[in-house]
């Protein structure tokens, strides 16, 4: 058993995670940072449950659904929503989140929140482990397949989410305009202030009218290569240890 467990940054909730498997990283806790969660929220792709364990606590959220398709990991997020005795608060589906339409109503939900895999199917070399490859590439689902979805469950002006890598800003635009989610916030994420952004994130509304507007961006580290106040806060460190 590889199996391990960890306190949520920034809350009191313990997470278990397997160390020889894909756990979550820093793109999932500023993604759990960026949103602004209320009512009914959907996580696609929410791992081993990171995010809904990040949002639940943030805004007035009603009920968190987190949709894994891989079995262990599914399991993993369940055994965490236990531990901590959130059954009333949250629930991981094991499906493939392209057949969530049959499973929901349309217009079900208030936010939807996802941290998808970066990496078109082909574009690059593909981990041998499975786990790794699913989480990193599109095997399993598209960013298609994900604003496609996310369009049909968002109520009108429900509020989308999403962690991705700055070479993909165009796709997701495009793809977002094509399922009625338009862009509203954009932030991106970089190492130290004179680097290239590593990350971004984004914000669209359901129908929403054109507006986009850029946050300051997200810096990681000092010049000194301390970690900037910022992220002090994100992940509810005292500075002073």
Known sequence: MNQRIDIVPGSNYKIIQDSKKFSYGTDAIFLSSFAKAKGMVMDLGTGTGIIPLRLLDKGQVQYIYGVEIQDQVANLAKKSVEINKLQDKIKILHMDLKDLPNKFNKASFDVITTNPPYMKNGGALVNK???????????????????RVSSYLLKPLGKFYMVHRPDRLVDIIYNMRQYNIEPKRLRFVQAKINKKPNLLLIEGLKGGNPDLKFDPSLIVYNEDGSYTDEIYDIYGMDKRK
């Open 129 to 147: 482990d499975e786990n790794f490859a699913m989480s990193r590439h599109e095997i399993s689902c598209t960013l298609e397949d994900i604003l």
